[in-house]
């Protein structure tokens, strides 16, 4: 999955929720004795699927994708095979019989193995968010711009996996039947041995917000950080005879510094909201946001931890509260601790803040690529099916609604306003299917929204020009194409960069015209 895709996975979760919000009625639910107002399932499953075809659709590029998909087509299609396949499994073995149980009825086909993951994960997040948050389009906003959309559902899937599985059982932490979760937990652990941190976790959240225990935990992680060289001494000696035995040794051979300062912050700031709103947290008494409160102390004890540690080993342990802290208790706090304006201003700075995430998220992954020392001499430049998806999704639904709209309603500016954005959704539809652009060493094809091919070498570029995002192309100095912000340009660019093509910025063009204008 490209971070372009990633933008217009964004785009979905702002313009579908307003809408789904907008013209779709809540309904009244009890939640552990409180009568709430809470989204209907229909829209609330809505407005998660392109997140889910988005992870059955992702290339091999991204992350751990290609691995999992090898392990996948190698693994047997028979559960008579199974015994003897797991005799070659040395950890997490819940996940290979899931895999393979699973691949006797799919067969071989790795986008419905994904599918059928991602659909596990996020519906897992959507009935629980659906139920205990105040907000659930804002939930889902914070796990999909946050990036941990994209670093679990597409990449950790086998923890996040863990993660989906106790999630379930959330409602069992609530009733305090220990016993049913707690085997809950133990198959989880199966996919993911991490999970198995979830077992002491689940006594200490529960009770009061900011009570003994989770305050007994703030000072452990204080002990960890001073004591740090002792801890990870220890943590070796524990895990020796594990299947993590080499973990200190690797994160450290790695030249892993830990998890990045700016992210600690981030999850952090549900931990800094509830201290700043205690009076209003005691005065609530709920038993979710006060379960949701300690998850966030956890939360941040570890995030810190895991900066002067490790972020790949230790830092990965931050989503087993982050899930809650972050999507739940952070709405909650949005709307309850701050007055009605603060609040506006406060949603728009976690929109802008989360957006500037994607474009961290940006840089290191481009930063990783380089220093891996990628080249890529063949790759296509097209608009990913996931972003088509979107689109179709959207001109059926702004379609139904300019439909529902004209036959519900006597004013005629809802409909043609819905009217509108359908024509701009059909024609961007097209446009994402048919233009294409396709690089094979010094050979580029392009073809147009209207199916015209034109084929050139890089040598015929006369010069590239820059128009904000976009960028046009001129071929033997005539404008034949322009590349889109739409499209993730950057390996293109980094050809033209490479074969020193001239690049121009178009407003610079523009004020030398006028000067000459001026003068003429």
Request: glycine residues 6%; charged residues 20%.
């Amino acid at each position: 999955m490209s971070i372009t895709n990633y933008w217009f996975q964004l785009i979905w979760i702002l313009t579908a929720g307003i809408i789904l919000t907008r013209f779709l009625p809540k309904k009244q639910e009890i939640v552990m004795g409180r009568i709430e107002e809470r989204w209907q399932m229909a829209p609330a499953v809505l407005l998660v699927i392109p997140y889910i075809i988005a992870a059955a659709l992702r290339s091999d590029n991204f992350g751990d994708t290609y691995a999992y998909r090898r392990v996948f087509s190698e693994a047997p299609n028979r559960i008579a095979e199974l015994p003897f396949y797991l005799q070659g499994i040395k950890k997490d073995k819940g996940f290979s019989v899931f895999m393979v149980v699973l691949k006797s009825f799919i067969g071989n086909s790795s986008v419905c193995f994904f599918l059928i993951i991602a659909a596990v994960q996020m519906l897992s997040m959507a009935f629980i968010y659906r139920k205990y948050s105040e907000n659930y389009w804002m939930s889902i906003f914070i796990f999909v711009a946050g990036t941990d959309y994209m670093s679990w559902c597409q990449n950790g899937i086998r923890q996040f996996l863990a993660i989906a599985i106790i999630m379930a059982g959330f409602p069992l932490l609530l009733k305090r039947k220990y016993v049913s979760l707690t085997v809950i937990i133990l198959l989880g652990a199966t996919f993911h041995a991490s999970a198995l941190l979830m077992v002491p976790i689940i006594f200490i959240v529960q009770g009061k917000a900011w009570n003994k225990k989770s305050v007994l935990c703030i000072l452990g992680c204080i002990l960890i950080l001073i004591f740090v060289n002792r801890f990870t001494d220890g943590m070796n000696d524990a895990l020796s005879n594990t299947q993590y035995s080499n973990m200190v040794t690797d994160w450290k051979e790695w030249e892993d510094n830990g998890t990045n300062p700016i992210r600690v912050f981030v999850y952090s700031i549900p931990m800094i909201f509830s201290v700043v709103g205690r009076r209003q947290i005691k005065e609530a008494d709920n038993p979710v946001i006060n379960i949701m409160t300690n998850f966030s102390i956890l939360t941040s004890g570890i995030a810190v931890v895991s900066m002067k540690t490790s972020g790949i080993f230790i830092g990965r342990l931050i989503s087993y509260g982050s899930v809650y802290s972050a999507s739940i208790l952070l709405p909650w706090e949005m709307e309850n601790i701050f007055t009605e304006n603060s609040a506006k201003i406060i949603k728009s700075a976690a929109v802008l803040g989360y957006i500037g995430r994607i474009q961290q998220k940006k840089a290191k992954e481009r930063e990783e690529e380089q220093k891996k020392g990628i080249i890529r001499t063949c790759y296509v430049l097209k608009t990913e099916k996931i972003l088509t998806i979107f689109f179709i999704v959207a001109v059926v639904l702004f379609g139904g609604a300019t439909v529902l709209s004209a036959l519900q309603q006597k004013d005629l500016l809802p409909p043609v306003g819905f009217g509108i954005f359908f024509i701009i959704a059909l024609i961007g539809t097209v446009n994402m299917i048919m233009w294409k652009l396709e690089v094979n060493g010094d050979e580029i094809t392009w073809r147009s929204t209207f199916g015209k091919k034109r084929t050139f070498h890089f040598e015929d570029i006369t010069y590239c020009e820059m128009k904000g995002n976009s960028i046009r192309v001129y071929v033997n100095g005539e404008k034949l194409f322009t590349i889109d912000s739409g499209i993730d340009d950057s390996e293109f660019m980094e050809d033209i960069e490479r074969r020193k093509i001239p690049i121009r910025a178009y407003w610079g063009k523009r004020k030398k015209n006028k000067r000459k204008h001026k003068y003429t």
